[in-house]
């Protein structure tokens, strides 16, 4: 439906990827922030080592056992030989029989769990799918539920191909989520649905077919909080989309908004950093969530965490969140960030904080949402201009890594630009011109012409248009030759981006023409 995703929403010229398509970059956000979880925070995909419940302490992994890394091979044949004796307990029904399944399931899930590449091949080629359905029929008793859950939780973490052989069971693992399961067995279940979601849109779409969202969802009503964590975790695998629908779906659920909210407020950091993951997803993916989570207490409590906070892992999702709910629409900016509000000024100020740490990722998310805010109204340019940021800023742009320098470049610009109606040329706030120029930004914006990056070069180009246009008593012309930005722009005289070529040709004739310099 229409009103399901964000739709592209042109908030200033300057800023042509975070303001024409403001929309699209918070897509990207969510579609790329899997690899980056993969890659640098948290696994999309997670083995599951220590069992879910505390109670069965025989069901659980201790650390010798945890660290043992056997020859591969021998694994494998263990576990074939595993699989091989669960067979024939789950085709036993005389005196004991739970108890020899059980302790089958226990044999089989240590060696899944034993190594860091499980020999989960060797498992299905050995049949093991049908005998772990079998395991997780209603009736059985939760140790056996757990153990089974807990097996299909680590093949599911495995290859693509490896996780797809779990399309069978899927619909007992969702209707595990249900209220008759024990918390256990749903946690565990829960994590074996989050392995299989976060490995492809196509196995997303069959979860979200049959059910799961709203059975996960449940499990963030309780207070308990590893029910919690992992029902997060999970639903954040869900919903990323690139579809908004899950993203909607589970916003419109009652009770989900405040939950989410009070969570964030009063989890520990590592429920919190599950919790703000889904609101990633949500802020990114559906307009309808954006509006909804606007109109919470949401944007106070992510501010507090940003100010009061010290872990990594719970400040990326945090300023993604909070960058998200301003990237958008004009107004959700102005509802959320309200100017000569005391919580803009509080957002500000903890953003500060983010650019003064010696973690580049929160410098570059810090700059990307001050790139947004800067995006909005003029009170809201003039309070990033007044503030401790543009030092910092200033600092980035000259020193910092390409792409920092790449985000932070569109705060200054945006600073510079008032809004406009249309399409015409963005309306110059000479104060902040004159004084960002004169603080040295010149050389930062025309490095970034200089790049083979074309939206950093587009960039650069907008803001020397900007600086030949708007600077007084002529100035611009001279401070850009001074700078060779002359060379910067001819570079592009035959370049084979027909936009750039244009843009740089275009400034050059008409500054820098036959007539430049014989007035002097």
């Not at 591969?72 to 030989?81: C, N, P, W, Y």
Request: glycine share 6%; net charge negative; charged share 25%.
């Amino acid at each position: 439906m229409a009103d399901e995703g964000l739709v592209s929403h042109k908030r200033d010229p300057i800023k042509a990827s975070v303001g024409n398509a403001a929309a699209q970059r918070r897509r990207q956000h969510a579609v790329t922030v899997g690899k980056e979880r993969r890659e640098a925070l948290m696994r999309t995909k997670r083995l599951c080592r220590v069992g879910v419940s505390a109670d069965f302490d025989e069901a659980s992994m201790d650390d010798s056992d945890m660290m043992i890394e056997e020859d591969q091979a021998i694994l494998e044949a263990l576990t074939s030989a595993a699989v091989e004796e669960l067979k024939l307990d789950v085709a036993y029904q005389g005196k004991g029989a739970t108890e020899k399944r059980v302790n089958a399931l226990r044999e089989l899930r240590r060696f899944l769990s034993r190594s860091e590449f499980p020999p989960v091949e060797a498992a299905l080629q050995a049949g093991v799918i049908p005998l772990l359905i079998q395991c997780l029929s209603f009736g059985s008793p939760d140790e056996q539920l757990l153990e089974a859950a807990w097996c299909l939780t680590n093949i599911a973490a495995g290859k693509p191909e490896e996780t797809k052989a779990l399309l069978p069971a899927l619909p007992l693992l969702v209707a595990h989520l249900g209220e008759k399961s024990s918390i256990h067995v749903m946690e565990q279940c829960a994590w074996a649905l989050g392995n299989v979601a976060g490995e492809s849109e196509e196995l997303r779409n069959v979860l979200l077919l049959q059910g799961a969202l709203p059975a996960l969802a449940r499990m963030l009503l309780p207070n308990k909080r590893s029910t919690v964590r992992t029902a997060a975790w999970a639903l954040s695998n869900l919903i990323k989309g690139p579809d908004p629908r899950a993203a909607t779906e589970l916003i419109k659920i009652d009770g989900i908004p405040d939950r989410i909210v009070r969570h964030l407020k009063k989890g520990d950091d590592e429920l919190a950093t599950e919790v703000a993951w889904v609101v990633v997803y949500l802020t990114a993916l559906s307009n309808v969530a954006t509006t909804i989570l606007a109109k919470s207490d949401l944007v106070q409590v992510l501010v507090e965490i940003l100010d009061m906070s010290t872990s990594l892992q719970l400040l990326i999702p945090v300023l993604r969140s909070l960058g998200n709910l301003v990237a958008g629409e004009l107004h959700i900016t102005n509802f959320v960030l309200v100017a000569r509000h005391a919580l803009t000024g509080d957002a500000i100020q903890a953003l500060v904080k983010c650019l003064k740490s010696e973690h580049r990722i929160l410098n570059k998310e810090a700059a990307w949402v001050l790139s947004n805010i800067a995006a909005g109204s003029v009170e809201h340019k003039q309070l990033i201009y007044s503030s401790e940021a543009m030092p910092l800023l200033l600092n980035l742009l000259s020193k910092a890594a390409f792409d920092i320098k790449k985000e932070v470049a569109y705060v200054l610009g945006n600073i510079c630009v008032a809004p406009t109606e249309g399409s015409g040329r963005p309306n110059v706030i000479l104060d902040h011109l004159v004084n960002l120029v004169r603080g040295g930004c010149l050389t930062g914006f025309l490095d970034l012409v200089r790049s083979a990056d074309v939206e950093a070069a587009r960039l650069g180009l907008q803001f020397i248009e900007l600086v030949l246009r708007g600077m007084p008593n002529g100035e611009g012309p001279k401070l850009v030759e001074r700078e060779d930005g002359i060379d910067a722009m001819e570079r592009y005289q035959f370049h084979e981006n027909e936009e750039l070529r244009s843009m740089a040709n275009e400034l050059v004739d008409s500054y820098f023409g036959e007539e430049y310099g014989l007035d002097e």
